[in-house]
């Protein structure tokens, strides 16, 4: 279940930010999210997707100009029941589930991130997990294999899990709209776990107000 953060109208307060920023300023400028409660360096040629079509208050969803990989950054409820050690391998089978795709995902690895890289000095623990998943766009039959990146920042004292998930599309499928509409010949180059990675290490809380 999503945390409901207090962000009325951070969509559009975020557009005005950095409506005058060109791709080549995300490169180093922190970006706000949540209405400026948060920040971080996004990859280059990211979209809002917010500007394309709602999204929950509690997300921030963006997407590459010309490929089909997305980052999505969610504020969720804490899971008191579930490990430190656990509670990565817990959303990545929930993001399955909201896929669509149990039973056809894969956990590759989990990980510890380290506190000392990170400038979210509020979490208490932070994971990394890899793995895949089959995902249908929309609501076409045919399955693409998505290779998920996800990040998990643990904050206790906020009754917040924040989740930061790269989905990062490993194979089209020939019957997918994505193959049709030729992404795969896109110009733009393709974020990397290196743009993800400065993502993490950049986010930063400013106003923890958001969390009531």
């Known amino acids: 279940p999503a945390l ?27 970006h ?46 804490y899971q008191e029941g579930v490990s430190d050690s656990d509670a990565a391998r817990y959303h990545f089978e929930d993001v399955a589930s909201s896929n669509d795709a149990e039973g056809q995902s894969e956990v590759l690895s989990v990980e510890p991130l380290p506190l000392a890289q990170l400038t979210l000095t509020a979490c208490t623990n ?10 249908a766009k929309f609501n076409e039959e045919a399955r693409n294999a998505v290779t998920i990146h996800m990040a998990l920042f643990r904050l206790p004292q906020h009754s917040t899990d924040m989740l930061v998930t790269f989905n990062d599309p490993a194979a089209i499928n020939p019957s ?29 809380l400013h106003n923890p107000s958001i969390f009531g």
């Open 176 to 204: 997918s709209s994505s193959a049709v509409g030729g992404a795969s010949l896109a110009p733009l180059s393709p974020w990397t776990l290196a743009d993800f990675n400065r993502l993490l290490c950049t986010l930063q």
């Open 32 to 77: 706000p999210l949540f209405a400026g409660a948060f920040s971080a360096v996004l990859p280059p040629f990211s979209q809002d997707v917010s500007e394309l079509r709602e999204i929950p208050d509690n997300q921030e969803v963006f997407a590459h100009n010309a490929t089909d990989q997305s980052i999505i950054v969610e504020l969720l409820e």
């Open 4 to 30: 409901r953060a207090e962000v009325e109208g951070k969509h559009a307060e975020d557009r005005n930010a950095s409506s005058a920023d060109s791709p080549m300023a995300q490169d180093s400028q922190p």
């Open 126 to 135: 932070a994971w990394v997990l890899t793995g895949h998943q089959l995902v």
